[in-house]
């Protein structure tokens, strides 16, 4: 038997995302965000949900852009701090020891360590409730060569992106292999 838990957000896994987002001035930030995801893929689409009141979303609304930032387990700690602090008052690139890239594509920087990028031109606005959702047309994606499988795409073991769980507030990492989608559910079609 299920027990109601009653209407909350949880939903798992959620991702760790690092939004990368520049002020007026040019000046880099960055923000962790949990709530976000693939949207659409034809156009190829990531939907993030910020509050108003957010340093991040000023900077969006401005620039009509984005980058989403995907940092490996052993980020952990700099992901964490990025969604801590405010970065109105505080240079979060500079106080993590990371480096700001600025994208040639859109008007937003990237944090070079990290090993997945997507960057993102604002393509629809959605008010919500609490939150705003920012849904970001995916102009290129960036990764780092060591990341990538011998067909040239992200590999999620090596990638090794975190997880946030919504119910404890903790970080997890990807587990194990469990079957190939898209063909593990073949059977069940023809029985």
Known sequence: MKK?????PLLFPTPVLIIGT????GQPNVAAVSWGGI????????AISLRRVTHTYANIVHQKAFTVNIPSHDQVKVADYFG????KSVDKFAKAGMTPVRSTLVPAPYVKEF???????LRHTVEIG???QFIGEIVDVKADEAVLNPSGLPDIKKVNPLIFDPATHSYYNVGM???????VGESLKSS
């Open 4 to 8: 109601s838990l009653g209407a909350r």
């Open 22 to 25: 520049c002020n007026a001035d």
């Open 39 to 46: 949207c659409s893929s034809d156009p190829p689409c990531v």
């Open 84 to 87: 801590l602090i405010s970065g």
């Open 115 to 121: 090993p997945l990028v997507l960057e993102c031109r």
């Open 130 to 132: 609490l939150h705003v």
């Open 177 to 183: 292999f469990v079957a190939d989608a898209f063909s």
